[in-house]
T-cell receptor, first 113, second 118 residues
Framework: LAKTTQPISMDSYEGQEVNITCSHNNIATNDYITWYQQFPSQGPRFIIQGYKTKVTNEVASLFIPADRKSSTLSLPRVSLSDTAVYYCLVGAHYGGATNKLIFGTGTLLAVQP | GAVVSQHPSWVICKSGTSVKIECRSLDFQATTMFWYRQFPKQSLMLMATSNEGSKATYEQGVEKDKFLINHASLTLSTLTVTSAHPEDSSFYIC??????????????FGSGTRLTVV
């Protein structure tokens, strides 16, 4: 399973766009990139998943360069309620055989008023 | 979407007693369930993987005799912390995965159980 590296923490203000980058230099051909959000004392919640280029849903965008060695989670116009830990995972594939989700350190995003 | 219910949400027990945590998939059949442990300000650590009807596979360093996992049905897995000690105090989270080829093949997490051993 590819190892991921993320910043330990980030600060932002309400209304700003936040970009969290994750490095995964050893990503395999069949690996997907998935991001989860976790609030204190809650289980992780799926945010977005992608394989290459750009993926967008109602809450975030995921940018993946051609070499796929990194990815960037983009949160538009954050609010206080977006304060959470964001995890980048590589290897989980909804249609594949990879079974275990291994979490890295995550990024604690603190949104200030 | 897929929902996983975890119960209890918190529990306090005396040292030396056993505690059982339940994880249920409410609207899908979970062929595989995962148990994680999370200490304060740390990431989730995978403890074990269980497939319905078979023995759980434990990660290195996790005592299988202390953390008993049962996955007797496609909708229920239980984690029993036996002879709990204060160092077992942690946040325990389960995750369930449905059948391959279905929308439930993704990973859905429970809300977690805060265990405090006194």
């Amino acid at each position: 399973l590819a190892k991921t590296t993320q910043p330990i923490s980030m600060d932002s203000y309400e209304g700003q766009e936040v970009n969290i980058t994750c490095s995964h230099n050893n990503i395999a051909t069949n690996d997907y990139i998935t991001w989860y959000q976790q609030f204190p004392s809650q289980g992780p919640r799926f945010i977005i998943q992608g394989y290459k280029t750009k993926v967008t849903n109602e809450v975030a965008s995921l940018f993946i360069p051609a070499d796929r060695k990194s990815s960037t989670l983009s949160l538009p116009r954050v609010s206080l309620s977006d304060t959470a830990v964001y995890y980048c995972l590589v290897g989980a594939h909804y249609g594949g055989a990879t079974n275990k989700l291994i979490f890295g350190t995550g990024t604690l995003l603190a949104v200030q008023p | 979407g897929a929902v996983v219910s975890q119960h209890p949400s918190w529990v306090i027990c005396k040292s030396g007693t056993s505690v059982k945590i339940e994880c249920r998939s409410l609207d899908f059949q979970a062929t595989t369930m995962f148990w994680y442990r999370q200490f304060p300000k740390q990431s989730l650590m995978l403890m074990a993987t269980s497939n319905e009807g078979s023995k759980a596979t434990y990660e290195q360093g996790v005592e299988k005799d202390k953390f008993l996992i049962n996955h007797a049905s496609l909708t229920l897995s239980t984690l029993t912390v036996t002879s709990a000690h204060p160092e077992d105090s942690s946040f325990y989270i389960c995750s369930a995965r449905g059948n391959r080829g279905t929308p439930d093949y993704g990973y859905t997490f429970g809300s977690g159980t805060r265990l405090t051993v006194v």
